[in-house]
């Protein structure tokens, strides 16, 4: 059994080399240091909020595995280390949360898997955050974090998100059995998605992502009027037929006048788990240049990733998230860049 415990007391001591963790005024830093999960012989240790302004992260990391070894012995471990930042502290400042969209013109893209993944990511950033599956032909979320069985409920007249590890979701999934999904009709689903956004008890989240149903029909253009979205996020491969359905997915939204914060391109390159060799299987760079000609932002891209498509595929997005190295994950680069936006536009008063 590891002692977790020792291990965030290891943790913390290290932290406390580089940062002062106690003012002058007794006040304590919010430098908040976690085990997230403990394996057999493994640990995967969280430290969320440091200062920004620290410099060199890479050594505060290799001073956590250090004490970690020398306090408790143990060898394997992950750090994954977040700063505070302006951006962060601007968003704390806020009381309603913001209400992003993640919309595709294209079905398939990876549009589910991307929402759930930057969901998972903004919250390793230490943000608290709420998904809402509005994917009402094909409910993905459920599947996607291996709670297929949960149902909603309500309590005290509100609905109950489904706390996922502590994240709390919301799904038409949870509402519906699949087969009847597609009898529904537009007003029926209308209603299903503002019950999820106005009767839910969402606690007090900063960021609630919603993942739109594929497409630019009528169903999403009334989803997303009612959703009162603050910004929107396109998910493309870079595919010419994908980028296409982009381009009419950033129409929709600048029709609605929703800020498109950015492009991400998905399925950009696979390397060969062999040979390290990087196939670029759906053409690279598409959704970088579409959003240099729409002037939205390229938030960056997602390789095709066997392991993710595995994790997805049993329910295990969170644990394969948090296990990745923060600064080598691409997924948590994407939301790095997506609060950078937030921030951007909200210092112009954009959003
Ligand atoms: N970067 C990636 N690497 C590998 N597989 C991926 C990646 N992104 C998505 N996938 C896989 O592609 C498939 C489609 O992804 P997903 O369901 O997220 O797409 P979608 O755009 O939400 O689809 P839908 O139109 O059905 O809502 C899934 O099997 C998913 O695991």
Known sequence: MIDTHAVIAAAESA??????????NGKELPVKVNVVEAGIGGVSVVVSDLPYDIVDVAKVE?????????????????????R?????????????????????GKGGVGKSTLSVGLAIALRKLGLR????????????????????????????????PVMVDDLPTLSIGY??????????????????????LLEADWGNIEILIIDLPPGTGDVQLTLAQNAQLTGAVIVSTPQDIALADARKAISLFDRIEVPVLG????????????????????????????????????????????????????????SRIN???????????????????????RENSAL
């Not at 290799?62 to 994954?80: P, R």
């Not at 190295?325 to 951007?344: D, K, M, Q, W, Y």
């Open 129 to 160: 955050i709420g998904i809402l599956d509005a994917d009402i032909y094909g409910p993905s979320l459920p599947k996607l974090l291996g709670v297929e069985s949960e149902r909603s409920r309500y309590e005290d007249s509100k609905l109950k």
């Open 175 to 196: 509402m519906i059995e699949p087969e009847q999904a597609v009898m529904w009709r537009g007003p029926m689903l209308v209603r299903a998605l503002k019950k999820m």
């Open 62 to 82: 290799q001073k956590i595995l250090q004490q970690i070894e020398q306090h408790t012995g143990l060898k394997k471990v992950n750090v994954a280390l977040s």
């Open 263 to 318: 492009i991400i391109e998905n399925m950009s390159g696979f390397e060969c788990p062999h040979c390290g060799k990087i196939s670029d299987i759906f053409g690279h760079g598409g959704a970088e240049r579409e959003a240099e000609k729409r002037s939205v932002p390229f938030l960056g891209s997602i390789p095709l990733d066997q392991e993710l498509m595995a994790a997805a595929d049993v329910g295990e997005m969170i």
């Open 323 to 345: 296990s990745e190295r923060t600064g080598a994950s691409p997924i948590t680069a994407v939301a790095r860049n997506l609060l950078s936006e937030i921030f951007i536009k």
């Open 84 to 104: 505070s930042s302006p951006q962060k502290h601007a968003m704390k400042q806020q009381a309603k949360p913001l209400i992003l969209a993640v919309g595709s």
């Open 15 to 24: 932290v406390a080399y580089f940062v002062n963790l106690k003012e002058e």
